[in-house]
């Protein structure tokens, strides 16, 4: 394959490895950066950014406060200071990724950019996406994503990994390693995600995790690769976590780590339409065979009313109970698929045997009657209650008859993932990506990615603290930002536990 990718031939490229049917937009010709690269395409990219501070909506916090649109949002916290959390977000007008931190438990944030590496070659501009953090138990955080170079009119020419380092807990970013970079003609690296090993009993203990998919499939691209730092991000050795004899189809890939130091990696195998596990017990240089945790209606995406240029993606979010509890080791993983009446839903399984075996998949949402989609979930297992917790979108208090209109929910488990309490309402406005000025039906706003792939949670102490993306300030006169400059904001919350 020609080692220069342009647009007609990355399509074909795309092309060659989407499943025969979809049941929304959000297909593998259409990857999460795609919106973002045709925008930078045909616009001058938004000008620099300077240091933001949040600003408060009575029990919601506007984490980003900043003209132009965000989305696609991640938090960590640290566990040796719980009051400093760390987030991230795709920036949509501008090229670097954006990073937020707090020393108040969430009630306050600054922002600030993300570095980006010179062009390589004849390759133009590069711009970041698709963010993820965590924190060790040193107080470093680690902030992962990806760099997509392209060139004027040439199209996207290459990927690589990119995981930034601060010691400031995500004030700067001084330390950046990129790593992985591929023109496209063995694979397009995509949607990472980072964990960290923090159990101070472990052989690995401060190890990095960073997994991702790779978005073209065949022998010798295509899969789900895992990268493992031993020297505090300075450098990463890359292994396959999935078979490599398969067809390597696979989006969202999940990493997390048990008690012991074991490894455990979840994704959606989109051509066999389940979702995916592997464990490896030796910091990820040799793998097991690859197994199944549930079988699944969803390939790939749902479109739902709630995204009007987008599908809601499938994928896993993983982790284990770390807790001295009677759960201690248990793995969860959940995800979003079909229902029955043509809804989407969040599921939960667990395995009590490293991921030999799992629960059946059950519903972590109340049962309300009436037709309500969920999706964009993310799950953390609160590492010193051992509640399980899962944050989600849902339209259940849609008011236009569409089911436009959404609210970040939060679901807690206080059993193992057994038994759900009554799902707590976290946004105290719902969002609507539809809102054309108040006319119903619309076509929806679009400022290059909705509310993008997924967003974030992270549990610790009894308290979480959910990430999304907000449009409730969309032309928000206050915020003196023009309609082309239009607000999508990160926002957070934090919920106490039952």
């Known amino acids: 394959m020609h080692e220069r990718l342009n647009l007609i ?9 989407a499943p025969a049917t979809f049941a929304g937009t959000n297909n593998p010709n259409n990857p999460t950066w795609w919106d973002k690269y045709q925008y930078l395409k045909h616009n001058a990219p938004l000008g620099g950014s300077e240091e933001t501070n949040s600003i408060t909506f009575a029990d919601n916090v506007d984490v980003s406060n900043e003209c132009g649109p965000q989305s696609e949002t991640f938090i960590t916290i640290n566990p040796a200071n719980p009051n400093h959390l760390a987030a991230g977000s795709n920036e949509i007008f501008r090229l670097p990724m954006r990073g937020y931190y707090s020393s108040t438990g969430g009630t306050a944030w600054g922002g600030v950019d993300l570095p980006l590496p010179p062009p390589i ?3 133009g501009i590069d ?15 680690f902030y992962g994503y990806i760099v997509v170079f392209f060139g004027n009119g040439a199209g996207v020419k290459g990927t690589e990994m990119a995981v930034a ?9 001084p330390a950046v390693t990129y790593f992985s970079f591929e023109t496209g003609g063995n694979h397009f690296n995509d949607k990472p995600m980072i964990t960290t090993d923090q159990n101070t009993a472990s052989p690995h203990r401060d190890n990095i995790y960073i997994a991702w998919d790779a978005a073209v499939g065949g022998s010798t691209g295509g899969g789900v690769r895992v990268g493992t730092s031993r020297d505090h991000g300075a450098s990463f050795t890359v292994t396959r976590a999935d ?6 189809q696979a989006i969202g890939a999940s990493p997390t780590v048990g008690p012991d130091g074991t490894l455990y990696v979840a994704w959606n195998d989109y051509k066999a339409n389940t979702i995916a ?9 040799t793998w097991g065979g690859q197994r199944v945790i549930a079988s699944k209606r969803l390939p790939f995406d749902a479109d739902i009313p709630a995204e009007s240029f987008r599908g809601a993606l499938v994928y896993p979010a993983l982790d284990v109970d770390r807790s001295n509890g009677p759960h201690r080791g248990r793995i969860y993983c959940s995800w979003m698929d079909l229902t029955g009446a043509g809804t989407t839903n969040i599921f939960l399984a667990y395995s009590d045997d490293k991921g030999s075996t799992w629960s059946h998949r059950a519903a972590v949402t109340d049962h309300l009657g009436i037709r309500v989609d969920r999706f964009n ?4 297992v609160d590492p010193i209650t051992g509640d399980v917790n899962v944050s989600f979108y849902d339209t259940r208090n849609d008011t236009t008859g569409f089911r436009y209109m959404t609210d970040v929910y939060l679901a807690q488990s206080k059993d193992g993932g057994v038994s759900w309490l009554p799902n707590l309402r976290v946004s105290n406005q719902s969002s609507n990506e539809h809102d054309c000025d108040g006319v119903f039906p619309c076509n929806g706003i679009n400022y290059g990615n909705q509310q993008g792939d997924y967003e974030g949670l992270v549990s610790y102490g009894g308290l979480s603290h959910p990430v999304w ?4 300030r969309n032309l928000d006169p206050i915020s003196g930002c023009s309609r082309a400059l239009a607000m999508e904001e990160v926002f957070t919350a934090t919920v106490q536990g039952d």
């Open 243 to 248: 078979d490599p004899q398969g067809p390597g």
């Open 165 to 173: 380092r601060s010691t400031d807990g995500g004030k700067t970013y």
């Open 277 to 285: 596990f592997n464990r490896s017990n030796d910091a990820g240089k």
């Open 377 to 380: 979930h993310w799950m953390s």
């Open 9 to 17: 031939s990355l399509a074909f490229v795309f092309s060659m490895i």
């Open 469 to 472: 993306t907000d449009s409730r």
């Open 127 to 141: 711009f970041g996406s698709d963010p993820s953090l965590a924190f060790d138990t040193r107080g470093n955080v």
């Open 121 to 123: 070659g004849t390759n």
